[in-house]
């Protein structure tokens, strides 16, 4: 049997499920007349039939069925039911559930820059080994995840969504791909509004400057760039965070030097297009769920008022220099820097009547700048001077706060995640990881919502990170704090879910740092332990996953052979970024009913094969349109 579930496009019946014992049912059609669903299948025999809550179409549609006899309909519950879940048949209700996210730990060569391998992982090694049919790998990666490409490593954002969506939506990356593929970016109310600056005002882009593909790409700067030219705009100002993280550090001399040749190209079509200010990302601008605000102040200076304790007349000049100066500074931490005139005078301050761009399709590291530059009452720090500007974000990077207010592109729209379900059929929700996760686990999980579905039903809590250093030099995190808390959590058998993210695996992992990542992933595991003995304790379930790869490969290889790379000194090359490899998942625990186990008709199942099986393991059946759990239960 197979079920097809759908949304009217035009009416206002936004559940419809049916079951079709096979598809000789060409198309269905809701009552108001709208097409829903229809199959090609050569093989069809029967024309449409009508499925709804409208009386009329419904009778027919029961005419239809009983001549047929073999169309069963079921009718979703509308309004405040809609949400409700049916029992699972055969797993009951009521089990605690220890839900671990492992950032940044994939599953790889067990070589000497696989830092999970390296690391002591008594834990992980024994459910790894002990219980085949209940570890398995899952996709983290490329069209598993919504991106464009399957060369597009995994990351927390499109990870997390996966997880928490139960769904594989087309992500920002895509999105904004199309958009510029069709030109249908230049011709939304977003860049209209931006065309309001036209025609004195200088247009300013800011934003990654890499291919890395988690929160920019440098191939759609480029075509908003020629763009924005050919709509008008006579003077471009391009504001460059280095980036070192998604892409080896030291590229940035590469993709700086792309950029300067697309805006000499520009200033030969009469454009005065230049770079104006930049930094490295986790010194400027990118800050993310309000670790550190000065991050975002030494941006608002660069971009904003052109005030840098360095200048200089060129950025190659100033990445040269600055690393000449302080050979410990890479692309993630270059200090804030403006581009000057021979006058000494910066090129490209933000000022009245200019229009302002941020590029970035991910909101996590832009919804903060996109903060001070949209929000009147904006009072994190001082901003000196407020230019009155036309101002864009590449996406809507908050849809609950609606910020920024203009943007290019429409975002994915995530509907119906799990967290809803849960509280809708009562299942209790505690919520943990420390800040620069936190948002990950919550936010981005409930599909890029803010705040909690129930204040009675979840709790979110959140552990402050350590600031100001980088994550190598203190690299047990805060993984026992957020441990103990969750055991703690479980134990007070208050909740249903005990959810956490342990940022070990991909925080240090970006640091490059190889044996503070094993030293990292080892705290990891002793952090599991604390929260599986809870789980003993307590006769519930654990289910232990992770959002993307990270720590288990350290060092760029050979596309073709894996083999690791040297530079010209004979150096291995470090590898900060993520990575395509999969996922491990593993289930366990005393509560987990006997005769539980993974299927194995699945073998290319994701993320978003997760959340069917914990809403499963919690006693229900999952919705409908999520993609189908990863268990079975055998007799
Ligand atoms: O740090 C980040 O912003 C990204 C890498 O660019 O990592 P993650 O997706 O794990 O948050
Ligand atoms: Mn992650
Ligand atoms: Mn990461």
Not at 480 to 500: F, H, M, N, P, T
């Amino acid at each position: 049997m197979i079920a097809f579930t759908s949304v009217c496009s035009s009416c206002e019946f936004k559940r419809f499920n049916c079951s079709f014992i096979n598809l000789w049912t060409q198309s269905a059609f809701c009552g108001c007349g709208d097409r829903m669903w229809s199959s090609n299948s050569a093989r069809s025999r029967s024309r449409a039939v009508g499925c709804c809550s409208n009386p009329l179409t419904d009778a027919l549609w029961r005419k239809q069925s009983d001549r047929k006899g073999f169309i069963r309909c079921i009718k979703m519950p509308q309004g405040e039911g809609k949400m409700k879940l049916a029992p699972h048949p055969k797993l009951p209700k009521g089990k605690k559930i220890m839900l671990i996210i492992l950032d940044g730990w994939g599953e790889q060569i067990p070589d000497e820059f696989n830092a999970i391998h390296r690391a002591e992982t008594p834990i992980m090694d024994y459910l790894k080994t002990t219980a085949p049919e209940k570890w398995r790998l899952l996709k983290a990666h490329g069209s598993a995840v919504g991106l464009p490409t399957e060369e597009d490593m995994g990351n927390s954002e499109v990870g997390h969504n996966a997880l928490g969506a139960g769904r594989i939506f087309k992500q920002g990356a895509s999105l904004v791909d199309s958009a510029l593929e069709t030109g249908a970016i230049f011709e939304g109310s977003g860049f209209k509004y931006l065309k309001e600056a036209l025609p004195n005002g200088t247009l300013h882009l800011i934003g990654l400057l890499s291919d890395g593909g988690v929160h920019s790409r440098f191939d759609q700067l480029q075509l908003l760039l020629k763009g924005s030219a050919k709509q008008g705009f006579k003077k471009i100002r391009v504001h460059v965070l280095t980036d070192g993280r998604d892409v080896a550090d030291g590229s940035s001399v590469k993709y700086v030097q792309m950029l300067e040749d697309t805006l000499e190209e520009l200033r030969g079509e009469g454009c005065d297009a230049r770079i104006a200010s930049g930094g490295g990302r986790m010194k400027v601008t990118m800050d993310r769920y309000e670790n550190d605000w000065n991050v975002v102040k030494n941006g608002w200076y660069a971009h904003v008022l052109g005030e840098a304790p360095h200048r200089f007349t060129s950025c190659l000049e100033a990445l040269k220099k600055l690393k000449e100066e302080d050979p410990s500074v890479n692309d993630q931490y270059y200090p804030p820097f403006v581009m000057v005139d021979e006058s000494g005078k910066p090129v490209g301050p933000i000022v009245d009547g200019d229009a302002v761009v941020t590029f970035n399709y991910r909101a996590d590291r832009m919804v903060m700048l996109a903060k001070a530059l949209d929000d009147e009452q904006f009072d994190k720090f001082d901003r000196v001077r407020c230019p009155k500007i036309k101002y864009a974000g590449m996406l809507l990077y908050d849809a609950d706060l609606k910020l920024p207010r203009n943007y290019l592109v429409s975002p994915p729209e995530f509907t119906e995640t799990s967290g809803e379900y849960l509280v809708h059929n009562g299942v209790k929700s505690w919520v943990c990881s420390e800040t620069v996760k936190f948002g990950h686990v919550t936010f981005v999980w409930n599909g890029n919502r803010s705040g909690q579905f129930s204040n009675t039903l979840e709790k979110y809590v959140e552990i402050p990170s350590d600031q100001g250093i980088s994550f190598d030099k203190q690299p047990e995190m805060k993984a026992i704090a957020i441990a103990s808390k969750a055991a703690e959590a479980l134990r007070s058998g208050e909740w249903d879910q005990v959810r956490v993210n342990i940022a070990n695996g991909d925080m240090i992992g970006h640091t490059g740092n190889l044996e503070a990542t094993i030293l990292g992933c080892t705290t990891t595991d002793k952090a599991i332990k604390i929260m599986l003995d809870a789980t003993e304790e307590v006769g519930g379930i654990f289910v232990i996953t992770a959002d993307h790869g990270n720590a288990e490969d350290m060092v760029k290889r050979n596309a073709k052979t894996g083999a690791p790379i040297k530079d010209k000194q004979g150096n291995y090359q470090i590898l900060t970024s993520h990575t395509c490899a999969p996922v491990p998942i593993a289930i366990g625990g005393p509560g987990l009913p006997k005769g539980v186990r993974f299927r194995t008709d699945l073998p290319n199942a994701g993320l978003a094969n997760v959340a069917s099986t914990f809403i499963n393991l919690h006693g229900f059946e999952a919705p409908h349109d999520y993609e189908p759990t990863l268990i079975e239960v055998v007799d």
